[in-house]
């Protein structure tokens, strides 16, 4: 649990800081929008290239974490709809619910997963997060689709979106990148290891400047249960799915790291887009990354 302390404070020490620097107006709040988007389309893939590049991961580790990762949706996705047959729900206020129970932080996780596991880890994670992404943007769109019906889903533009997505980019081409062995040249190397030492810590502050505090007023029985499906119930199923296909050591503290993250900063501009409860979902994303501070240690230190 102490190293499990060490490695998780620096995390949400950045993420406050974040926070700070935004609610006093430095550098200016013109430069946190523009930051996120430069870490995202600009550090994480190279970092992620580098990383997974460099590793050296067991073929069978890829379709383990796919099997357990299809097999975390699917659980959260039976239970958000038997937890609508009680609560009834508006298709709204549903997929702002959905969102939070089903969706993760990866600049949270692949920070956290660097820290508490090493580029090992990282590299684990990052593999994680390229089926993760796809899977669970394709269930989100489709439950708005169904619960809020805001018009016919355009498939072409959705998948297109899919596809370019920066981190699944990344990981992809690092994934392919390590699996032939091809290496870097030192050049290479030294160009990429700056870029990846800058991504993490610009991540972790621009996840902070976006957290909206004032979003906790909304804060309700969505938000409870939301928050207790994602930063409680699913590492619970996910170690016991662990443990029914016998995984254990690194890989099973990648998969809890992945269950027992906040919920993702996009899906309120997803929300906001399709026809959701976007000041919901806004004060789901802040709630779940206070409670994380505290929840996501003792998870951890429990399952793995």
Request: positive net charge; glycine residues 10%; aromatic residues 8%.
């Amino acid at each position: 649990m102490e190293v499990l302390i060490q490695a998780l404070v620096p995390v949400f020490g950045l993420i406050l800081l974040g926070q700070f620097l935004r609610r006093v107006h430095f550098p200016g709040d013109g430069f946190w929008p523009l930051a996120e988007r430069f870490t995202y389309y600009v550090l994480f893939p190279p970092m992620l290239l580098y990383k997974l590049g460099n590793a050296q991961i067991p073929t069978s580790a890829y379709g383990d974490i796919a099997l357990v990762v299809v097999a975390m949706a699917a659980t959260i996705t039976l239970l958000m709809v038997v937890l609508q047959l009680w609560q009834r729900w508006s298709g709204a206020v549903f997929s702002s619910v959905y969102q939070g129970a089903i969706r993760f932080n990866s600049f949270v996780g692949l920070a956290a997963a660097g820290l508490m596991l090493g580029d090992d880890g990282l590299s684990l994670f990052a593999v994680g997060v390229a089926i993760n992404v796809p899977l669970l943007n394709l269930l989100c769109i489709l439950m708005f689709s169904v619960m809020v019906g805001q018009g016919p889903v355009r498939l072409i533009p959705m998948l297109k979106a899919i596809v370019t997505n920066p981190l699944i980019v990344g990981s992809v081409a690092g994934a392919i990148w390590g699996y032939l062995g091809i290496g870097f040249h030192p050049i290479i190397a030294r160009f990429l290891e700056p870029l990846s030492g800058m991504a993490l810590p610009l991540g972790l502050l621009t996840v902070g400047a976006g957290l909206q505090f004032k979003a906790l007023r909304h804060a309700s029985m969505p938000f409870v249960l939301s928050s207790a499906l994602k930063l409680v119930l699913l590492p619970v199923v996910t170690a016991g799915l662990a443990a029914w296909l016998g995984i254990d050591g690194l890989m099973l503290q990648v998969l809890i790291l992945l269950a027992a993250l906040p919920t993702a900063s996009s899906a309120y501009i997803l929300a906001r887009q399709l026809g959701g409860d976007a000041p919901l979902m806004a004060g789901i994303i802040s709630g779940q990354t206070l409670l994380a501070i505290l929840i996501m240690p003792v998870m951890l230190g429990l399952l793995t």
